[in-house]
Structure formats: structure tokens, C-alpha cells
């Protein structure tokens, strides 16, 4: 009887024969097959890019990058480099960093406030309140960055060592580091918290 649970189980969106499929017909210009990979893509890149740079705004117009520099570069992607998903993941890890860079360059003399209304919290947020990770999040933000984007690809959006590597432009072992220091520090910080 599992077996034909499984069998009979719809196809996860982002399977990798259905986003190799997409991809391959999004590369010869299938428009269908560009929007499927949006919609699959738009939610984890959206939410890697807010935790990566911290504000609602940045994010959406990061995301927008990040579709539109896909689109432009679909047909130059390889299999055999990445898979997709960090492929694209890596686009919007290099724009965050470009927003970082140009935000060290130009410094604001007042903050901006945001609209009204964007007080308002989001599903994502309240789940992570309801759930007891917010504390752990405040914990992870006193990470060095490159702390901080390892735990994020590795424990909220599940890649492996080899994509997070790709994603970050570093080898497995420089990532397996990260992941080691940066755990290390935060059972540190928990220890000092019980204390």
C-alpha cells in the first residue's frame, strides 16, 4: 500500500527532471517554462535575499534582479557546473553583495522611513515566532556574514556543502568551516545564555 502512496504522490515543482525539463525548454525561449521556474524559485530566493540583507524593499528589488539577470543568462547555464537551484541561488547571493558594497559607498543622512502599514508581520515571521526560532535568529545574526549565509543555505533552504560552496564562490571545506566555527560560537553564546 506505500508504494502506490508514493506512486500516486504528485511531483514536487521542484524535482530535479521537472526543473531540468523547464529549464532545457525555458533555454530554447518557452516563456510557459520561464514562469514555471519563477514561481517555483520566487519564494526561497525572496526570503534567502531578506534574511541576507535585512529589509523588505532591498529584497524585492534583489529578487526582480535576480529573475531578470536569470533570464538574460538562462542559455549560458551548464548541468554539469551546479545544479539550477544554485545556480540561481549564486545570482542573488552576488547581487546581495553588490547592495552591500554600493551601500558601504553611499551612506544616507537620514533613514528613510518605511510606508505605513509594513509594521505588519509577515507569515514567515510569525511562524518562526510561533515555532521558538527567533531567538535563535537573534543569535545567529551575531555571526560574522559568511557565518551567518552558511547557516542559512545549509539549515533553512537545505543545500548540501557542495551548493552552498557554489553558491558562496568557495571550496566545500572553506564551507564545512564556516559551519563548524559558526555552530561552535553559537553553543558558546547559548552556554553564556543559561548562565
Known amino acids: ?21 523547464l529549464v532545457e525548454r525555458a533555454q530554447q525561449g518557452d516563456r510557459d517554462a520561464l514562469e514555471e521556474l519563477y514561481l517555483i524559485y520566487f519564494d526561497r530566493i525572496y526570503s534567502y535575499l531578506h534574511m541576507s540583507v535585512g529589509n523588505r524593499h532591498d529584497a524585492e528589488d534583489l529578487t526582480t534582479q535576480t529573475f531578470l539577470k536569470m533570464l538574460e543568462s538562462i542559455g549560458k547555464f551548464r548541468f554539469q557546473a551546479a545544479p539550477f537551484s544554485a545556480w540561481l541561488f549564486r545570482i542573488a547571493h552576488n547581487l546581495a553583495m553588490d ?24 507569515a514567515e515571521e510569525e511562524a518562526l515566532q510561533a515555532i521558538g526560532q527567533k531567538s535563535m535568529l537573534e543569535l545567529i545574526e551575531g555571526l560574522s556574514p559568511e557565518q551567518q549565509q552558511v ?7 537545505n543545500f548540501g556543502n557542495g551548493e552552498a ?31
Open 99 to 122: 547592495h552591500f558594497r554600493a551601500a558601504r559607498r553611499w551612506q544616507p543622512e537620514e533613514e528613510v522611513p518605511e510606508p505605513l502599514g509594513s509594521e505588519e508581520v509577515s
Open 151 to 157: 547557516l542559512t543555505l545549509k539549515f533553512v533552504f
Open 165 to 195: 560552496a557554489t553558491i558562496l564562490g568557495k571550496t566545500e571545506g572553506a564551507v564545512k568551516s564556516l559551519q563548524h566555527r559558526a555552530l561552535a560560537s553559537l553553543q558558546k553564546q547559548l552556554k553564556r545564555a543559561k548562565k
Open 1 to 21: 500500500m506505500a508504494a502506490k502512496e508514493v506512486a500516486g504522490a504528485p511531483e514536487r515543482a521542484d524535482a530535479p527532471e521537472r526543473v531540468r525539463t
